[in-house]
């Protein structure tokens, strides 16, 4: 029973050409999140959406964008992949409330720019 | 500022016992999470605390020191595909998303 599902697993893209990668849930959590992880390097988070409040890290570069539209779906776009965005991007998710702000990941998208 | 620090890389023999030791430095703390993470796939929920002391489930263990800026990860009877890498994370002030360490890198041998 998938709970956070990212699609596609792999996605191979070009120098330049947009890409968009996509994150759905099960759990009605009301925060979702998208990190990216490099080989051997911590999750880096790019963005979370609380509700539907966006909310950018200061240092997440212009070409990375996100929509939520509803509380299901949230959405990566990378407008303009360069090589260095190659990496394991990972959705999350987590109910804000009592009891800790455990978050759940998707299984994650391996983006490969060529 | 945040800071979390772990060692990078452990390696220990099938059936031991091994401790992964993470501190941490943050501006406000409501908890903090241990994530195992396998190569090639997402991180998944071990442990979360939030009080001072030791939790236990099964064979994995957490312990928190606040005071300390403090936790370790404790996994007994290792197991090959206990080779993984073990992510802290720490739930800071306010609505700050969690800070993640590097992570460590833990190694089972026969």
């Known amino acids: 029973d998938a709970m956070v599902i990212q699609n596609p697993r792999y996605q191979v893209t070009q120098f330049g050409k947009p890409v968009t990668l996509s994150c759905s849930q099960t759990?009605?959590?009301?925060?979702m999140y998208w990190y990216q992880q490099k080989s051997s390097q911590a999750p880096k988070l790019l963005f979370h959406?609380?509700?539907?409040?966006?909310?950018n890290e200061a240092d997440t570069p212009d070409n990375f964008q996100s929509r939520r539209p509803n509380t299901s779906f949230c959405f990566l776009d990378i407008r303009s992949p360069g090589l260095g965005d190659a990496a394991m991007y990972l959705c999350?998710?987590?109910?804000?409330?009592?009891?800790?702000?455990?978050?759940?990941f998707g299984p994650g998208t391996r983006l490969l720019v060529l | 500022g945040q800071n979390i620090d772990q060692p990078t890389e452990m390696t220990a023999t099938e059936g031991a016992i091994v401790q992964i030791n993470c501190t941490y430095q943050?501006?406000?703390?409501?908890?903090l999470f241990w994530y195992q993470q396998h190569a090639g796939e997402a991180p998944t929920f071990l442990s979360y605390?939030?009080?001072?002391g030791l939790e236990e489930k099964g064979r994995f263990s957490s312990f928190l020191s606040r005071s300390k800026g403090y936790s370790y990860l404790l996994l007994k009877e290792l197991q090959m595909k206990d080779s993984a890498s073990y992510l802290c994370?720490?739930?800071?002030?306010?609505?700050?998303?969690?800070?993640f360490g590097k992570g460590t890198r833990l190694s089972v041998i026969a």
């Open positions: 999350a998710t987590s109910r804000e409330g009592a009891g800790g702000r455990t978050q759940y």
């Open positions: 759990l009605n959590h009301n925060v």
């Open positions: 959406y609380y509700d539907k409040d966006f909310n």
């Open positions: 943050t501006s406000g703390f409501n908890g």
């Open positions: 605390n939030v009080l001072d």
């Open positions: 994370a720490v739930d800071g002030s306010g609505n700050t998303p969690l800070v």
